[in-house]
Every structure is written in structure tokens, then in C-alpha cells.
């Protein structure tokens, strides 16, 4: 018999939210508005502490270029990733930008929440953007189902020493945290450090099962895990 996880730590793109949006709105946007946000906020302590990060990671570089060269590589890097927040923040607050997520994705959230799950996001994207996005959804204001949110100032995705790190600040077995990602490489780090992982595989995205348990989406964890009928039962078995 295999409980269900204590806690559920969720990527984003691919696993709660499309892959399109992330690239065809969110990312466009910041790109397209990163010169005049530089310009305009570019003296604010956020703004500047994030800009002196990037002179240190690309010396000899003006910022704004180094900028606008990894949003086009997709770079995971920290500081790139907190000024895209504060950026989309400005979208979020005119209006100009909502978030979008799969349609199974709320109702899985509050079930495994009145069940007694603790959720926690792991993203790439900063802190700040990830609680934009789940503020400002089409189901309301999920902020408030979450009990923390990463992102790599905790470490790289695809290193397993991320994971155990998360793993030591929920104060939990790392063989009591289910890890929901689309990338494989995420789930094999997170695998390592000893959580049990799950790949959704969204028809919508493309994704390619890699040899973890997959699920089509969160009702399908759900089903896995027991976790529809977690807080009639707090043991059932599972799949993974």
C-alpha cells in the first residue's frame, strides 16, 4: 500500500498552464516591453539590484543586450527571471494580462487542498510571477491554496540537489513529496533526490513520455494517487 504524498510540488508551463502561453504571450510581452521598463524603473533598488546581477553574470555587456539575448535562448537564468516578473506584474495590474491555466487544474488544486494536501510551486520563472499567474486566473485568485512557491534562487531545475533542498524547507521525507513536471530532466533530478515524481503529458503541448508515470492531467494524478477520496480515506493506494 502506498500513501498519497504529504505534499505536491508543481511546475508550470506544460504542467499547469499551456506551453503557448508562457511562449506566445507571456514571454513577447516582456520582450517587448523590456527597453522602456529599463528606462523607466531602471533606478528603482528591484530594478537596479537585478541589473547589477547581470553585469556581474555578463560583464562587459550592456545589460539591455544581455537581456534581450537570453530571452531569445530561453536562458534560466535569476535575474532575467525576476525582472520578467516585475514586468509582467505591470501586464497583470492594467489588465493587459491574465493567466491561463489547463481547466482541470483548479478543481485538482482545491480537492487536493481540502484533502490535506500541501501544495507548493517550482518554477523557473520567479516567485513573483508565479503567484501573477495563479493570482490572476479565469477560476480567481489561487494564491491562497499554496503553502510556498520556489524558484531557482533554491537551484537549478535538472539538479537533484534543488530538490533536496525543497525537500528540507517543507520539512518532509523527500519520499513523501510528489513532484508534477512535463520535462523529463526535472523529473529524473527530482527522482534522484529521492521524490516521487509524475510527467504530464498533454496532448496539447506535445510532450513525450520519458520513462516516468505519466498522466494526462491532474484528474489522471488524481485517480493514481487516491487523492479524489484522500479526505474520506488518508491511505489508499497509489500508482507512484
Known amino acids: 500500500m502506498t500513501a498519497p ?3 505536491i510540488v508543481t511546475d508550470i508551463e506544460g504542467t499547469t498552464s499551456p506551453i503557448s502561453f508562457v511562449h506566445d504571450v507571456l514571454f513577447p510581452y516582456a520582450r517587448a516591453r523590456l527597453p522602456a521598463f529599463l ?27 544581455a537581456l534581450l539575448g537570453w530571452m531569445d535562448a530561453d536562458a534560466k537564468i535569476t535575474p532575467l527571471k525576476s525582472l520578467q516578473g516585475l514586468i509582467w506584474a505591470e501586464g497583470f495590474a492594467s489588465g493587459a494580462l491574465h493567466g491561463e491555466l489547463y481547466p482541470d487544474v483548479a478543481p485538482a488544486l482545491r480537492r487536493w487542498r ?5 501544495l507548493y510551486v517550482y518554477s523557473s520563472g520567479s516567485v513573483s510571477a508565479q503567484k501573477l499567474l495563479f493570482g ?7 494564491t491562497g491554496l499554496f ?19 525543497i525537500a528540507q524547507a ?16 526535472e523529473l529524473d533530478a527530482a527522482a ?6 509524475c510527467q504530464l503529458v498533454r496532448p496539447q503541448d506535445g510532450t513525450e513520455a520519458a520513462g516516468h508515470h505519466v498522466a494526462a492531467d491532474f484528474d489522471a494524478v488524481s485517480d493514481a494517487l487516491g487523492l479524489v ?12
Not at 481540502?114 to 500541501?118: K, N, P, Q, Y
Not at 517543507?170 to 530532466?185: G, K, M
Open 192 to 197: 534522484e533526490a529521492g521524490l516521487r515524481v
Open 5 to 7: 504524498p504529504a505534499a
Open 39 to 65: 528606462a523607466e524603473r531602471g533606478a528603482e533598488p528591484e530594478v537596479a539590484a537585478a541589473l547589477a546581477e547581470v553585469q556581474a553574470l555578463a560583464p562587459g555587456q550592456a545589460p539591455r543586450d
Open 114 to 118: 481540502a484533502a490535506g494536501v500541501r
Open 170 to 185: 517543507l520539512q518532509l521525507p523527500a519520499s513523501e513529496i510528489l513532484f508534477l513536471s512535463d520535462v523529463a530532466a
Open 147 to 165: 503553502s510556498g512557491f520556489f524558484d531557482t534562487r533554491v537551484g537549478a531545475k535538472r539538479e537533484a540537489a534543488s530538490y533536496a533542498a
Open 136 to 142: 490572476h486566473t479565469p477560476d480567481g485568485d489561487l
Open 229 to 240: 477520496s484522500r479526505a474520506i480515506s488518508s491511505r489508499k493506494s497509489g500508482s507512484f
